[in-house]
């Protein structure tokens, strides 16, 4: 077995076990990996190659190759560069590729890594390790007559003093380079120690939103992401002063301990003789001048990485649930882009989508023409047949809304449904090349309208126009790596349409793009010719789209849909390879294909094992039996909108014990936002959201839930909204949920640093005191819940107990 073949075995082996599956299972995942297979082909079409798989134990076998591939490369450059100092012995290159991580194999690598030179090599050239050597092995030595012979002016040793401190400086670059005493030493302080904070002086009133962390401490192992962002971004920002401490106790106690270790590494105790005392010197200047600062940059680097990677889970997570929200379907739909003095932009799709009316109507300060804009509003409604009208989240959006409730209640016979939705990426959309080529007629204002209704009638297919991280539902994502969110965001909006499969010949380009086996170029393609040579009648022919080959076929076909094409199996998700599995099916039954879908009573008849052969096992025949029952099914829920009390538009309205229906806008690691029609969302803190423990908000709610809150405080100067889930929470300012003790507020900082986005600046941005993460406004009415109100027990029994909607 070569070298190269034994690191791949071992990679395979490790992910295995990680994932607690066979090897061969990932073996399989990763040469279809490899052969360009995506993660929802593999996971959707190969269930019997990788023994199924899903697609979250696919991303994350993606993820771990990644690292492990990576760190194989690593190693080997290790390995030549060792290896061409000539100091490559075989008990060195066996603890290298024993070395488990990329921490790990740097730990080794350190004494041997090219450096500038150092005081200890300059020592070593001086000729001094030699009495470094004695004095270490026989403290017996004393000090000054071991170093005197070591004198030597031609070597830059002037005296015993020189000699003594080239000595110590070799003996601590040995210590602090000792790969398997720092490795111990980090994870002890990682266990042991905690992150401090000061606020700077004279930084009190400027950093005012970093107020909870002027005098914070907590251990490493307690932080929660969002306070470790946010004292890392008060530390960029010059208002806080961060350190990293090794226990929680008197710094000199704390370094005792360590100092302890190093000393008995190297058998380093105080008996009494002459180099004793010099020796337990150098180990305490090892630790505090070189293992302490390693550890603390070392330390920083994990929670720095611990924090993004949280903040990026839950970014991706709550992206999902925005993604697969409810959609309102292909109803007429007239979109509203709120303003008061530039007025509020109109635009009106049909059903597919397509404008066919625009307009600008002024009905807020300072024009005032309120009747005039119903008149103009009810006559697009009549003239196009709205059916629903979709209000943007932005500036003066509150007062659309009742501009839309008065239409609604002056022509109750056009019979309109009303929903607000977010504006967030709107800005991004309407300037984008691709809206220029999709609304080249329209001004970038109106194109923002047409976003807006088209986000009710479909939220995935017209989200998928804009950068993911333009929507803004994570936790301060401007402090977080590029690459890494990047990342995670492409491959959850990978998966939220690949699940959901799309309509050959409606979708847009950049939703083909989306699809397994698409890119750009090819989605443009796709485009071209369904333009000149009209609709796809059939998956056959998407053959014919130049630069389509069998791979990308492969790839894509069973996630396109053809609704109304030749053959019935072209709008399901039943992949043209398994269509002989369906004719196997309609020689068994004796009745053709239309006759068969939809059956259920024939096919739950039908016995899976039955269908099985050589190419085609279980998990495929069981998949292509539950999609003839409900072909091409929609597995986001149904549509449907919260209703916000009447004459509550302003934070100022809203009092202690007020009941509320409202829109989970986005989940943090501390609690939700709930959108409840005032221009600022509510936190529900994780403390108020049920009566037992929950450890993930999200067990409760996702963004788009519809939920019933109660107002438990108002700060009206600091516009901060508390609310509770718990419909019995008692209300008042001394009632307030507890947040968890010192530092527990942290987490409600950031709030500002997107908001300005559509129009609905100010917010409290930053660190310390605001109300949540990096935030953007997101959908209110347009997303319905994407499981109604939460998975898990804990979500049924507030379905129960009617603390969330269905």
């Known amino acids: 077995m070569t070298t190269a073949t034994a690191a791949t075995t071992a990679i395979h082996r490790r992910i295995a076990e990680e994932l607690g599956v066979r090897e061969g299972q990932v073996t399989a995942a990763v040469d279809l990996l490899d052969g360009g297979a995506t993660v929802p082909f593999i996971a959707r079409y190969r269930k019997e190659a990788t023994g199924t798989l899903d ?45 488990d991580s990329k921490a790990r194999l740097e730990d080794i690598y350190l004494p041997f890594k090219p450096k500038r030179r150092t005081k200890a090599q300059i020592a070593r050239e001086a000729g001094l390790e030699p009495l470094a050597d004695r004095l270490l092995t026989d403290p017996s030595n004393d000090p000054q007559a071991a170093a005197a012979s070591f004198v030597d002016e031609d070597k830059g040793v002037a005296d015993a003093a020189a000699a003594l401190e080239g000595a110590r400086a070799i003996l601590v670059e040995r210590f602090a380079e000792d790969a398997d005493l720092v490795g111990e030493l980090r994870e002890r302080m990682w266990e042991r120690g905690r992150l401090v904070a000061k606020v700077r002086e004279g930084k009190e009133e400027a950093g005012a939103k970093f107020a909870d962390y002027f005098d914070f401490a907590e251990p490493f192992t307690k932080l929660p992401s969002h306070r470790i962002l946010a004292m890392f971004r008060g530390e960029k920002e010059e208002v806080l002063d961060l350190t990293l401490e090794p226990t929680e106790s008197d710094e000199d106690e704390a370094a005792t301990g360590y100092e302890i270790r190093i000393a008995s590494r190297f058998g380093v105790a105080d008996h009494g003789r002459p180099a004793d005392r010099w020796l337990g ?32 889970r839950v970014f991706a997570a709550n992206l999902r649930d925005l993604l697969l929200a409810a959609p309102a379907g292909t109803r007429a739909t007239m979109g509203l882009d709120p303003g008061f003095r530039t007025g509020v932009k109109v635009a009106v799709v049909d059903d597919t989508g397509k404008v066919v009316a625009t307009e600008t109507v002024y009905p807020h300060v300072p024009q005032r023409r309120w009747d005039e804009s119903i008149a103009v509003l009810e006559r697009l409604a009549r003239e196009h047949r709205v059916d629903l009208i979709a209000i943007g989240n932005g500036t003066a959006s509150r007062e659309t809304d009742k501009l839309a409730a008065d239409l609604i209640k002056a022509h109750p016979q056009l019979k309109l449904t009303k929903a607000v939705v977010s504006e967030a990426g709107a800005s991004v959309y309407s300037a984008s090349a691709f809206a220029s080529q999709e609304l080249p007629e329209l001004d970038v204002s109106l194109r923002g309208a047409v976003s807006i209704a088209r986000r009710l009638q479909d939220p995935l297919a017209e989200l998928v126009k804009i950068d993911p991280k333009s929507i803004g539902v994570g936790q301060y994502q401007h402090d977080l790596s590029e690459l890494k969110l990047s990342r995670s965001l492409d491959a959850v909006v990978e998966d939220c349409v690949n699940g959901v499969g799309v309509d050959v010949n409606t979708a847009s380009a950049p939703l083909l793009t989306r699809v397994s086996g698409i890119g750009a170029g090819l989605a443009e393609n796709i485009v071209r010719h369904r333009d000149t040579n009209g609709p ?26 053809i609704p109304d094409g030749d053959d019935p199996l072209d709008a399901s998700s ?44 279980l998990p495929t025949v069981t998949d292509i039996l539950k999609e003839l029952e409900k072909p091409g099914r929609d597995p986001r829920p149904a549509f449907r909108t919260a209703e916000f009390k009447e004459g509550v538009d302003k934070i100022g309205d809203l009092e202690p014990g007020m009941l509320l229906e409202g829109v989970v806008t986005n989940v943090a690691a501390f609690g939700a936002f709930v959108d409840v029609g005032v221009h600022q969302d509510g936190l529900v803190h994780v403390s108020a959201m049920a009566k037992t423990f ?22 009206v100067p600091r516009k901060r909204i508390s609310l509770t889930l718990r419909l019995d929470e008692e209300t008042g300012r001394g009632d307030r949920p507890d947040r968890g003790g010192r530092g527990g507020r942290g987490e409600r900082g950031g709030r500002g640093e997107q908001r300005g986005e559509r129009g609905r600046g100010g917010g409290n941005g930053g660190g310390g005191s605001g109300s949540g993460g990096n935030r953007t406004p997101r959908p ?24 969330v909607k269905d």
Request: hydrophobic share 40%; proline share 3%; charged share 35%.
């Open 55 to 99: 697609d979250t134990q696919l991303r994350t076998l993606e993820e771990r190759l990644r690292y492990l591939r990576e760190l194989e490369e690593r190693r080997t450059a290790v390995l030549d560069s060792i290896r061409a100092q000539g100091k490559l012995d075989e008990a060195l290159e066996a603890q290298i590729l024993a070395a």
């Open 281 to 312: 010197d150098t180990v305490r200047w090892a630790w505090r001048t070189r293992v302490l600062v390693r550890l603390g940059l070392d330390l920083r680097t994990r929670l720095r990485q611990e924090a993004e990677d949280e903040a990026v």
């Open 536 to 561: 796809f009648r059939s998956r056959k022919a998407l053959k014919e789209v130049p630069r389509l080959g069998a791979k990308a076929f492969e790839q894509c076909a069973g996630f396109l849909r």
């Open 574 to 617: 039943v992949h043209p390879e398994a269509y002989p599995v369906v004719r196997r099916i309609l020689l068994t039954t004796g009745g053709g294909l239309k006759e068969l879908i939809g059956n259920d009573r024939v096919l739950k008849s039908l016995k899976p094992t039955d269908f099985v052969d050589t190419t085609f096992g």
């Open 694 to 715: 929950v450890k993930d908000p999200r067990d409760v709610v996702k963004p788009g839930d519809i939920v019933r809150v109660k107002v438990l405080d108002v700060d």
């Open 780 to 803: 209110r009415g347009s997303n319905s819940n994407t499981g109604s109100g939460g998975g898990g027990a804990l979500a049924d029994a507030l379905r129960r107990a009617g603390l």
